[in-house]
RNA sequence: AGCGCAGGUCGCCCUAUCGCUGUCCCGGGAAAUCGGGAGAGAGGAAAGUCCGGACACCAUAGCACAACAUAGCGGGUAACGCCCGUCGUCCCGUCCCGAUCCCGAUAGCUAUCGGGACUAUCGGGACGGGGAAGGACCAGUGCAACAGAAAGCAAGUACAGUUCGGCUGUAGUGAAAUCGGUAAACUCUAUGUGGUGAAAUGUUAUGUAAACCAAGGCUUGAGGGUUGUGCGCCCGAUCUUGGAGGGUAAACAGAUUGAGGUUUUUGGUAACAAAAAUCCUAGAUAAAUGAUAGGGUCCCGAUUUCGAUCGGGAACAGAAUCCGGCUUACAGACCUGCUUUUUUU
RNA sequence: UGGCCUAUGGUGUAACUGGCAACACAUCUGGUUUUGGUCCAGAAGAGUCUAGGUUCGAGCCCUAGUAGGCCAA
């Protein structure tokens, strides 16, 4: 098993503001509480992802950084089940729920999101 | 030893695996970069953005007005609205004394003396523990509900005194009543502040990009130069309107070595300053500093054979140019000083 | 990162230079009507976002915070 996969690089980011415009404005949706994903196909080499928290549903900084940090390790354990499709995606993650939850559901939601993806 | 008050210090730890962002070293490669290793990686408030600076640009920064801030006195500081010391005032706290209270005695029907109680109220004093504000209503303007004769160019009740004068005192209303009160009312005095804000600013790369086309405007001055107004100064066609239209949300510097930290000595009541030695301690940019597992530490709850077992939880909170403060949030631990209580000597 | 504004009954707004917090809608009760609405009469509901301070007295003035909103790019 190559360790290789389980990185989460700069280059995999979703960073370009054009990009991210792109993928809000005709992006498609799937949803499983407490995650919504948009994402939409693009012509890189990579998978670019990005994550979001809404600062109306929590307020403090420490909070928003944790989620973030638990939905960014949830993708780079999870990151090969979404690998096997020819096209390469630019996804967002963006977390809906208003209490904070147990990295290991973050995870499971997001692997049976992930492989909905198409 | 416990409780309380004040001040200060710290503010979860260890191991393993997998990741993220810089730095350094080794090897491969022409280079982009790839592989391996070492070491570093949030705070006391990083927060609120309430003050003061550094730094950059704008006339190397000007004048007047306006506006804003500060306010006993002395010192510290790069500077401050911050800190230290000190003065008088007020409030809270602690202690003491006297009165009101109770008991007894003596004279006598109200006083004196002695003792008790320490709860409440009132008056006075001491301690210096804690807190608050601290220019000027003898410059001018304004304000004062209700009550009261009257709330400030005046008017004037009752009683008493009287040098017989609308002179003095007392009463009555009220927070305040005749050299009054109020400036966290305007204002005056003294002192200080030029504006903007790292998304400042500079360099590089790409691009035709302060670019291109049309009309207007021309040194007799349009327009601009980051201030609320006026003046002054500087630039001098860089302007205005319309049309068409490419690209980028880039890299580096600014930017992490600084009014820097630690220790010692000296000066000073202190804040702080000086000298010597020693240390290097985040630098991201859709924004790193993490996730999981196990163990420990602490707290809470339940059970309990009082040894422990089980379950839950880990305060407030995340750097964004950098410093000095202030303010606000905060589980718990430790240290120092003072008051008081108990035990022992 | 920097700057600015607002907060008053359930809702929307008033309150002059500091002096008993007012109005409309909504709510409740009664009347009118066969009933409902309309209409008429009446009632209740706040102590002004929070905590301090100045003052005889604070919605208003000062200080600190909380919540919400806006602007610059």
Redesign the pocket.
């Known amino acids: 098993m190559n ?9 995999k ?6 990009l ?2 792109q993928v ?1 404005e005709d992006g498609k949706t799937i949803k499983a509480f407490p995650l919504l994903i948009r994402y939409t196909e693009h012509e890189g080499e990579l998978h670019k992802v ?3 928290v809404s600062k ?1 549903n929590f ?8 989620i ?3 939905l ?3 993708y ?2 999870h990151q090969q089940e979404l690998t096997d499709s020819g096209s390469k995606f630019a996804v ?1 993650l963006i977390y809906i729920g208003r209490k904070k939850m ?3 559901k973050i ?1 499971e939601t997001l692997s049976t999101l992930l492989k909905e993806l198409k």
């Open positions: 360790l290789k996969t389980f990185t989460y690089p700069e280059e980011k979703l960073k370009s503001r054009k991210i415009k809000f990005g994550v979001s109306r307020k403090t900084a420490v909070d928003r950084n944790r973030k940090r638990q960014r390790e949830a780079r354990l967002m147990p990295t290991v995870q």
